[in-house]
């Protein structure tokens, strides 16, 4: 059709080539590239392309230059442990209290916007470069800037070094707080000595590295380094087009008992607006509320502004990208889309395993893996969960988690064990009721525990074939 050629003429074509096509037949692409050839048509092939991708894409599309704006920078503190990263966010949270919010509770979302001379400065809360990097590694880039602290009394460490390599591989400019110069043997030439060492040669020493002197606790020298972000912010153009769609970065998650999936993303481009569907990962739904880092209840999120969501229908992963999408139809196909995605990436599985019948099958040499999901009320207890679980692993069978994450048990979840054969462990959360359903018909294997030695009693019985059956 394409080519508008009767199909006789074709396949006579092939004959003469020694293909014996039929109407039906599917030929390569060389075979059709020489065919065509011949015909006078040059073929091109085109790469396989994934559905989701482009959806994304299509989502996620470049700005004009003139829609552009100006936004605040996103500033991540970095550095040596014990350096004072943590006193510093302190202190900039704590410098910015304004009379009227004096004694408010400021919330905890992940991030905080800190107003000075009248312009925002958005801080992610987590200091360090691994949250920085883990998100980068999922493909969200959500710094601007990295302040390096660096304790005047210690100077360069090995994680500061680290800090430097990681802010450079993402080429985030870098400004120095030389921090703790209240100490008695705070050595200030040496830190700029040390930097220097490592390429970054201060302006005073004649390089362009910005550095300003601080004490966290004495609370000397902050405005002045707020200062400098301003500046650098200013150099480096930051901008986002605010009248479009929003796209953002989940920065942190977690179930709230009474609020359901609680999510803080920061956005990135346009404005998110109560009301709004939204999509992340798999997890999709309707904006119900917003609330910004002072704890207010907010209707409109414009770039470089972080607000914690709820209203999704499950807990995304933090690094994940969340989208604004027209309606709650396209929201939901998507999320399908990719949990089908993940399914089909997985799908090695051969019959469903149980506690029950592992230990025969690991026996009869059946099963060599016993692949777990762990679903926990708070991020901490998935990894020690995992840790004590893997620990269980024998000559035979080798405990491994393939997926761990905050929140309830969910359809997704059994979606993932029925098609990589695994079984869901519960520590203090549960399944939903369609989970619940889904399990049965898939023949999955939940299992859920408030103690996690009862979690390690059970899978170390089965494995070793002693697991009393469950009535
Ligand atoms: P982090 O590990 O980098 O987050 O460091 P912390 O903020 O926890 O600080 C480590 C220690 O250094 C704490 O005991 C702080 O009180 C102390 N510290 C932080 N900043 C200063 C400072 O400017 N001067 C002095 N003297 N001590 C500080």
Redesign the pocket.
């Known amino acids: 059709e394409v080519l508008e050629i009767p199909v006789n003429t074709l396949i006579t074509k092939l004959i003469s080539n020694g293909i014996m096509a039929n109407l039906n037949q599917e030929i390569d692409f060389e075979t059709a590239y020489i065919i065509a050839e011949e015909m006078g048509i040059t073929l091109e092939k085109i790469e396989e392309i994934d559905e989701i991708e482009v959806i994304e894409s299509d989502l996620d599309y470049e700005d004009d230059e003139k829609d552009l704006k100006p936004r605040p920078p996103i500033v991540t503190v970095m550095?040596?442990?014990?350096?004072?990263?943590?006193?510093?966010l302190d202190a900039i949270r704590n410098t910015n209290i304004t009379d009227g919010e004096a004694g408010g509770i400021t919330q905890h979302i992940g991030a905080s916007e800190i107003v000075i001379n009248d312009k925002i400065i958005t801080f992610l809360d987590t200091?360090g470069h691994e949250a920085f990097t883990s998100m980068r590694s999922r493909g969200a880039q959500v710094t601007d800037i990295a302040i390096l602290?660096v304790a005047a009394d210690d100077g360069i460490m090995p994680q500061t070094i680290e800090a430097i390599n990681h802010a450079r591989a993402a080429e985030v400019p870098i400004i120095v707080a030389i921090?703790?110069?209240?100490?008695q043997n705070a050595n200030v030439d040496r830190v700029k000595q040390e930097l220097a060492e490592q390429g970054l040669l201060t302006e005073d020493w004649g390089g362009s590295t910005i550095s300003v002197e601080?004490?966290?606790?004495?609370r000397i020298g902050i405005d002045e380094l707020l200062e400098m972000v301003l500046l650098v912010a200013e150099l480096e153009e930051l901008k986002a087009n605010p009248n479009r769609l929003a796209v953002g970065t989940i920065i942190e998650a977690r179930l709230d008992k009474g609020r359901g999936p609680v999510a803080t993303v920061l956005i990135a481009k346009g404005t998110l607006n109560k009301g709004d569907f939204v999509l992340t990962g798999t997890s999709y739904g309707k904006i119900r509320a917003m609330v910004n880092s002072k704890g207010r209840r907010i209707t409109t999120a414009t770039p470089s502004t972080p607000v914690e969501i709820t209203g999704l229908s499950e807990v995304p992963e933090a690094g994940e990208i969340l989208y604004s999408v027209e309606d709650e139809k396209m929201a939901k196909d998507l999320a399908e889309k990719r949990r089908q995605k993940i399914k089909d990436e997985s799908n090695k599985g051969t019959a469903r395993v149980s506690l029950e019948d592992l230990f025969s099958r690991i026996q009869e040499g059946e099963i060599q893996d016993l692949n777990l999901i762990v679903k926990a009320d708070v991020k901490g207890s998935i990894e020690a969960i995992k840790q004590s679980l893997e620990k269980l692993s024998i000559e035979e069978v080798n405990v491994k988690t393939i997926h761990g994450g905050v929140g309830g048990i969910n359809e997704t979840d059994i979606m993932l064990a029925s098609a990589s054969n695994a079984i869901v462990i519960g520590f203090n959360v549960r399944p939903t009721n369609s989970a619940i359903e889904l399990a049965k018909r898939e023949n999955v294997d939940i299992r859920t525990y408030s103690v996690i030695y009862s979690a390690i009693e059970d899978i170390e019985a089965a494995v070793k074939g002693m697991l009393a059956p469950e009535f």
């Open positions: 550095g040596h442990v014990d350096h004072g990263k943590t006193s510093l200091p602290v921090n703790k110069i209240d100490k601080v004490s966290a606790l004495k």
